[in-house]
């Protein structure tokens, strides 16, 4: 059964190219020593959550909440300092513009590429193509360097190359912003067919909008702590207070 | 349908060392996408050349020939042996040399599929080392055409080179992840093992023989590479298999080995801070 499972799960950023702000911590306490040395960036302090399959939960917040890394943490590219954490399940992130995309090769190589990643063979993956382009709307341009593209372009095939391979967490950072209307229709069915698919889909943003339109949960994050969890309009309307 | 993958960390209880050799049991499985992006790699760097990857051959041609020639003509030494020499030897230094700068650079080089997807870092290694290895190949074509052309006729006992290759193999894992995770850390190493490197291919008797090198030879066995070279290069031009080298060279591959998965063992559950 997928799920997500966090218990006590804290993270602090270790900051390398600067020693001056040692003698200066923030005020606001999102500086601080770290306790092997050297200065740190608290990103998460204590988070609980538990997703179970199915849910649709937004996580809320200014810039600098901590969304982006629990993000990342739950898709198992930040271990955590303390606590314990358990995903069932395949993850799936879509966290910046260009992470695990090769910009020089084509469209079509990026495609096989991310179907090579999911553990199929070559022939597999080259059977995925024509499905993925014509997702994409990417037309001629399948062909050519994906650094040629415009920006709603990649966006739309890395939002494609994330939710197209069969997993069951999609975690998605602002993910939505360029997208036309015809596209957008699109992702919402392929968000909802991933939910409908006993999966798991996480959305962070700074837009209540969004939140509200595509998640039934909600998480308030402020300064790397839970302010509030709950049904997406209570903590919505909470947020925006 | 295939059970759940389940992603589970403690933090309390970290498996450091289960959790690397899971890390290079995934990465092997993932040969597929590792040799597709060594391709692609090679592709990218010789983008819009007219011969492309051949360039490598080019070069190794130009600069085999030009040193055997100049060495030749400066020491007296007969022209078309040397050339053997020097062309073997370059040609496993190469390998060497690129399992090592490469090393340095392979985490900082893939941040960006680093940090935007739980891939085993071990893949990045492979990646690297199966790029080299291409490289190596389309040297080694070179190589065998020098070898022939100069009449040189390489005894059955050249073929314990092979096992040399294996060893030069099992050390590119090793300095990758050693170097790779060094250097992730603290940058300036990188600075520092290329400059190193640099220096150490004239320390190294590649472009001239240990006879030749007078009061410096006493200073040679101090140098791990002299054993490294020599267990590949000494089959294939003197048709003898040099024992002393093998053992030297199979002592510093074991240790290395050792060090190298400690470290990775240890950190890696730190790289992805460390960009």
């Known amino acids: 059964m997928v799920s997500i499972s966090l218990k006590n799960v804290s993270l602090t950023y270790p900051i390398f190219d600067s020693r001056s702000v040692a003698k200066t911590p923030d005020g606001a306490g999102q500086i601080e020593k770290r306790a092997r040395g050297g200065l740190g960036v608290r990103a998460l302090r204590a988070i609980d959550l538990e997703i179970r399959e199915g849910g649709r939960v937004g996580l809320i917040g200014r810039n600098g909440s901590g969304k982006s890394t629990l993000l990342r943490v739950i898709g198992g590219i930040y271990p955590p300092d303390n606590g314990e954490m358990i995903v069932t399940g395949e993850t799936a992130g879509l966290f910046e513009l260009g992470l695990g995309m090769r910009i020089e090769a084509t469209g079509r190589r990026n495609i096989i590429l991310r179907g090579l990643i999911r553990g199929l063979s070559m022939k597999e993956a080259q059977a995925r193509v024509d499905a993925i382009a014509d997702f994409v709307e990417i037309g001629d341009f399948l062909d050519l360097p994906v650094r040629t593209y415009s920006n709603g372009m990649m966006m739309r095939l890395a939002f494609a190359l994330t939710t197209s391979f069969g997993a069951d967490i999609a975690l998605l950072d602002e993910w939505i912003g360029t997208g036309d209307k015809s596209f957008r229709t699109k992702a919402d069915k392929r968000m909802q067919e991933i939910v409908a698919n006993a999966g798991i889909v996480v959305l962070a943003s700074h837009n209540p909008d969004l939140i509200l339109k595509h998640c039934r949960h909600a998480l308030w994050l402020d300064q790397g702590e839970i302010r509030m969890a709950g049904d997406a309009a209570d903590v919505v309307a909470a947020y925006e207070d | ?275």
Request: aromatic share 18%; hydrophobic share 55%; net charge positive.
């Open chain 2, 1 to 275: 349908m295939n059970p759940p993958v389940t992603y589970q960390y403690h933090a309390d209880r970290r498996k450091d060392f289960a959790r690397a050799l899971s890390d290079v049991g995934r990465g092997i499985g993932l040969w597929r996408l590792w040799l597709a992006l060594a391709q692609d790699d090679l592709r990218q760097r010789y983008r819009r050349t007219s011969i492309g990857v051949v360039w490598v051959s080019v070069s190794y041609l130009v600069f085999a020939t030009t040193i055997a020639l100049i060495g030749s003509h400066m020491t007296g030494v007969e022209l078309l042996p040397f050339m053997v020499y020097v062309a073997v030897g370059y040609l496993a230094w190469n390998f060497i040399n690129a399992s090592i700068t490469d090393g340095c650079t392979v985490f900082i080089n893939t941040e960006n599929w680093i940090s935007g997807m739980r891939l085993p870092y071990s893949l990045f290694v492979f990646q690297s080392i199966a790029r080299e290895c291409l490289v190596f190949l389309y040297s080694a074509a070179i190589a065998v055409g020098i070898i022939f052309a100069t009449g040189h006729t390489p005894p059955l006992i050249a073929l314990a080179a092979l096992p040399a290759l294996l060893v030069f193999l099992i050390n590119a894992v090793s300095a990758h992840f050693f170097f790779g995770i060094l250097v992730t850390r603290f940058r300036d190493i990188s600075q520092i093992i290329q400059t190193a490197m640099r220096v150490l291919f004239f320390l190294t008797p590649l472009i001239w023989t240990p006879e030749q090198a007078g009061g410096l030879r006493e200073w040679l066995w101090w140098n791990p590479f002299t054993y490294f070279i020599d267990i590949f290069r000494a089959p294939i031009v003197d048709g003898v298999i040099p024992w002393h080298s093998w053992w030297i060279s199979l002592t510093i591959t074991t240790v290395f080995g050792i060090l190298a998965f400690i470290l990775f063992a240890h950190f890696r559950r730190r790289i992805a801070y460390w960009f």
